[in-house]
Each structure stands twice: as structure tokens, then as C-alpha cells.
């Protein structure tokens, strides 16, 4: 199947109305991103900020960009101009930048806190007990542009659909758990972006409002750099 059959595959068939698909477009080139816009894709996702800067310059500029992979904080400012929204985000002192580099743009800048679900070491994100300590921050409350929408998470890289479940499902109650004490009154916090190819259906079931979804939709992982040379 094409790209674009992928995707409608995946929008008619596969996953709920209800929830957004990010097309994971990292390592991938700028001509099967252009063929996933073109059969109406316009949420990607990247996880090096020089790969995404350099696809932005060359892709339509209605494509919402998403970061998704680690960020450090002396990159945040490439990507503050346009970027749409930062899932990665797993410490103060990185929302401290985002802020900064947003009220340059003059922009508010919509962030996800990445919440550490997986029984893995090489993971990144928040502990529970972190993420709570930051949201009751007074430098927090202090940041005037940007946009806490919700919690993203990765789960362990596993075939046991039950430790799967049993991740996104923590992650949901931890997120109802954090709307109910910091954003009753906020409509707008109401993204859990959890779920990729392997295991995306679980986390819809789990209820995920966001999936990121990569070889289900371009194929596996290419072995030449994604740049057009």
C-alpha cells in the first residue's frame, strides 16, 4: 500500500474520530512527507530540531509540526518561530526556555509533559511526584506563553500487551488525577498522546487522544539520510 493509502487506512478504518494522528516523518525524506500532505496529513512528527528545520523550509506552511523526541534547551530556539507543539517536555528549566524563546516569537508555545511510564532506563520524561512538584512551581505559574494541553508518554518496548496496558493505563489516571487538581477550569488541557505503530491500538483502548505513528505509515526505517541529495 502507498502512503496515502496508509493513511486512510489508518483515519477510516483504524483509529476513532476522536483522536489525532501525528505521522512520525523522522528519517524519512521530504517527498513521502509531501505525498502524506497530499492525501491530507498536516500533523507530523520530528525528533531532531536540525531535521525538522530543514523539512519546514522546504514543506507547506500550514503543516503542524510536533516535536517529539528529547529536546535540549539550546535548540529551542529554531524551532520557537513555527514549531505547533512540544511533546517532550521533561524538565522546569526546559519550559523556563520555551517560554523565553515564545515571548521572542511572540507566540504561545503548546507543550505536553512527558510523563516516565516505561520500564526502561534509556527513556526519557517526568516522574509523577516530579511533574507535580513543577506544576506547583511559582516559576510555573509565572510563564505567560505557553500552553500546558496534556501529558505525552512512551511505553516500554514490549510485545506483553498487559505491562502495555498497564502503562497507558497509569498514565490516564495520572492525567485525570493532574486536570482535576491544576486544570478543572481549562478546557484546552485535554491531549494524552500516547501510543505508536506497535502498540497505538492499546493505547486507544487505555484512552489516548493522540497517537504517533511512524513505519505504519511510511514503511520501516530508511538506511540513506533522509535529506534530498
Same mark, same amino acid.
Given at each position: 500500500?502507498s502512503?496515502?493509502?496508509n493513511i &486512510?487506512s489508518?483515519?477510516?478504518?483504524t483509529?476513532p474520530?476522536?483522536v489525532t494522528l501525528?505521522?512520525?516523518s &523522522?528519517?524519512?525524506?521530504?517527498?513521502?512527507i #509531501?505525498?502524506a500532505?497530499d492525501a491530507?496529513?498536516?500533523e507530523?512528527?520530528?525528533?531532531?530540531?536540525?531535521?525538522m528545520?530543514e523539512?519546514?523550509e =522546504?514543506?507547506?506552511k500550514? @503543516?503542524?509540526?510536533h516535536q517529539?523526541?528529547?529536546?535540549?534547551?539550546?535548540?529551542?530556539?529554531? %524551532?520557537a518561530?513555527f514549531?505547533?507543539m512540544?511533546?517532550?517536555v521533561?524538565?522546569l528549566?526546559l519550559? =523556563?526556555e @520555551?517560554?523565553?524563546?515564545?515571548?521572542?516569537n511572540n507566540?504561545?508555545?503548546d507543550?505536553?509533559?512527558q510523563?516516565y511510564? *516505561?520500564d526502561?532506563e534509556?527513556k526519557?520524561?517526568?516522574g509523577?511526584?516530579e *511533574? %507535580?512538584?513543577?506544576?506547583r512551581?511559582n516559576?510555573?505559574?509565572?510563564?505567560?506563553?505557553i500552553?500546558?494541553? $496534556?501529558?505525552?508518554g512512551? !511505553?516500554?518496548?514490549?510485545?506483553?500487551?498487559? #505491562?502495555?496496558k498497564?502503562?497507558f493505563?497509569?498514565?490516564?489516571v495520572f492525567f485525570?488525577?493532574?486536570k482535576?487538581?491544576?486544570?478543572r477550569?481549562?478546557?484546552s488541557f485535554?491531549v494524552?498522546s500516547? $501510543?505508536m505503530?506497535?502498540d497505538y491500538?492499546i !493505547?486507544?483502548e =487505555?484512552?489516548?487522544?493522540m497517537?504517533r505513528?511512524g513505519?505504519? %505509515?511510511f514503511g520501516?526505517r530508511?538506511?540513506k539520510?533522509?535529506k534530498n541529495?
Amino acid at each position: 500500500m502507498s502512503i496515502a493509502d496508509n493513511i &486512510k487506512s489508518l483515519k477510516n478504518e483504524t483509529i476513532p474520530k476522536k483522536v489525532t494522528l501525528i505521522a512520525v516523518s &523522522k528519517t524519512k525524506p521530504v517527498a513521502d512527507i #509531501q505525498e502524506a500532505y497530499d492525501a491530507g496529513q498536516r500533523e507530523f512528527g520530528e525528533n531532531t530540531v536540525q531535521e525538522m528545520v530543514e523539512k519546514q523550509e =522546504q514543506l507547506p506552511k500550514d @503543516i503542524q509540526w510536533h516535536q517529539i523526541g528529547h529536546l535540549q534547551t539550546n535548540k529551542v530556539k529554531y %524551532i520557537a518561530p513555527f514549531i505547533s507543539m512540544i511533546q517532550s517536555v521533561d524538565s522546569l528549566k526546559l519550559l =523556563q526556555e @520555551i517560554n523565553k524563546q515564545a515571548e521572542k516569537n511572540n507566540r504561545t508555545i503548546d507543550c505536553l509533559l512527558q510523563i516516565y511510564i *516505561a520500564d526502561e532506563e534509556t527513556k526519557f520524561g517526568l516522574g509523577f511526584d516530579e *511533574a %507535580i512538584e513543577l506544576l506547583r512551581s511559582n516559576e510555573f505559574a509565572s510563564f505567560k506563553n505557553i500552553r500546558i494541553r $496534556g501529558l505525552m508518554g512512551i !511505553a516500554t518496548n514490549t510485545d506483553k500487551e498487559k #505491562q502495555l496496558k498497564d502503562e497507558f493505563q497509569e498514565l490516564k489516571v495520572f492525567f485525570d488525577g493532574i486536570k482535576q487538581s491544576f486544570f478543572r477550569k481549562e478546557n484546552s488541557f485535554d491531549v494524552i498522546s500516547m $501510543g505508536m505503530s506497535s502498540d497505538y491500538e492499546i !493505547a486507544i483502548e =487505555q484512552g489516548s487522544t493522540m497517537i504517533r505513528v511512524g513505519s505504519t %505509515i511510511f514503511g520501516g526505517r530508511v538506511i540513506k539520510h533522509w535529506k534530498n541529495n
